[in-house]
């Protein structure tokens, strides 16, 4: 079994009290963003393009705390000492997304922002479904652990890794059932994602929440997930949700509804993470300045094939 510090993480934080485990994860946050390194260059180069603004020091530690912090929480989700994370959170437009699952599948279009998995949680204890897809990572053991917590939680997980695409499985798994179907799809692992304007520049996101809307026929909501009331202890989590996503047919002309429908969604999440950058957990290229040419080359060569 291949071991990484998450995997022991896994079986040592559910064992501890809440408290010290967030406490532990705030003060190994501060630690890590007087480091710095690469991965909070680039978290801090995101913002600056969500917002326009090149983020303060202090802004950028919060950023390095609120990821960190998710972490923590995901660890202690599932067990009798994180029972308390399913208190503190307030869900905008839940009545709204409850009802449009009521006679089918509702897809949300999310961002690896706050904490969705303790957002997700908190959805499953008020008596709603969850399906979604989760990327894989290594070891398998580790994403084992994530999907186990996770379904111990009421979420039904489809694992994917990069390149691969479970699109037809999520159709066959969601259709004709009253259930909510969250996909983080605010960068594209496929290699045939659309081309947005996300806050200030271009950026390639995923086509799976339009897609599968479009498919199914099915309403399409998007959300965005952030901390408030935080101190070294913990935080509550606040979640917008707002739908259903709609774009203006007649005004399509022929363009791809997909890709309208996709950038409505963003415009949308875009909006509400400008208003709180440091809760983005984004690390990875997403800007179409920041992407490898080749790779770009290849998802709008692929977007192309599609389009014909």
């Given at each position: 079994m291949s071991f990484s510090p998450l995997s022991l993480a896994f079986s040592v934080a559910p064992r501890l009290p809440l408290r010290l485990v967030m406490r532990m994860a705030d003060a190994g946050a501060l630690i890590a963003a007087r480091r710095g390194g690469a991965m909070i260059e680039r978290l801090a180069s995101n913002m600056a393009r969500l917002t326009g603004e090149n983020p303060s020091d202090a802004q950028v530690r919060d950023a390095v705390r609120s990821h960190i912090r998710n972490y923590a929480e995901q660890l202690m989700l599932g067990s009798r000492r994180g029972e308390p994370l399913l208190e503190g959170v307030s869900f905008e437009g839940f009545e709204a997304l409850a009802q449009a699952s009521e006679d089918g599948p509702v897809v949300l279009a999310l961002g690896h922002s706050g904490s969705w998995d303790r957002a997700g949680a908190w959805v499953c204890a008020h008596g709603r479904r969850i399906v979604t897809v989760a990327e894989k990572v290594e070891p398998p053991s580790l994403f084992e652990r994530f999907v186990s917590l996770r379904e111990g939680l009421g979420m039904e997980v489809i694992g994917v890794a990069k390149g691969?695409?479970?699109?037809?499985?999520?159709?066959?798994?969601?259709r004709g059932r009253g259930v909510i179907v969250p996909l983080l799809a605010?960068?594209?692992?496929?290699?045939?994602?659309?081309?947005?304007?996300?806050?200030?520049?271009?950026?390639?996101?995923?086509?799976?929440?339009?897609?599968?809307?479009?498919?199914?026929?099915?309403?399409?909501?998007?959300?965005?997930?952030?901390?408030?009331?935080?101190?070294?202890?913990?935080?509550?989590?606040?979640?917008?949700?707002?739908?259903?996503?709609?774009?203006?047919?007649?005004?399509?002309?022929?363009?791809?509804?997909?890709?309208?429908?996709?950038?409505?969604?963003?415009?949308?999440?875009?909006?509400?993470?400008?208003?709180?950058?440091?809760?983005?957990?984004?690390?990875?290229?997403?800007?179409?300045?920041?992407?490898?040419?080749?790779?770009?080359?290849?998802?709008?060569?692929?977007?192309?094939?599609?389009?014909?």
């Open positions: 691969e695409s479970v699109f037809s499985t999520l159709v066959e798994r969601v605010d960068r594209d692992i496929s290699g045939s994602g659309i081309e947005v304007d996300f806050g200030t520049q271009r950026a390639l996101v995923a086509a799976g929440p339009a897609a599968l809307a479009t498919k199914l026929e099915r309403p399409l909501f998007a959300a965005c997930i952030t901390y408030e009331n935080e101190s070294p202890t913990g935080a509550d989590v606040r979640v917008r949700c707002v739908g259903p996503i709609t774009v203006d047919e007649a005004a399509l002309q022929g363009s791809n509804r997909i890709e309208a429908l996709t950038q409505a969604w963003v415009d949308q999440f875009a909006a509400m993470m400008a208003s709180k950058p440091q809760d983005w957990h984004m690390m990875q290229r997403v800007f179409v300045e920041d992407l490898d040419p080749e790779r770009l080359a290849r998802a709008r060569a692929e977007h192309e094939r599609k389009n014909r």
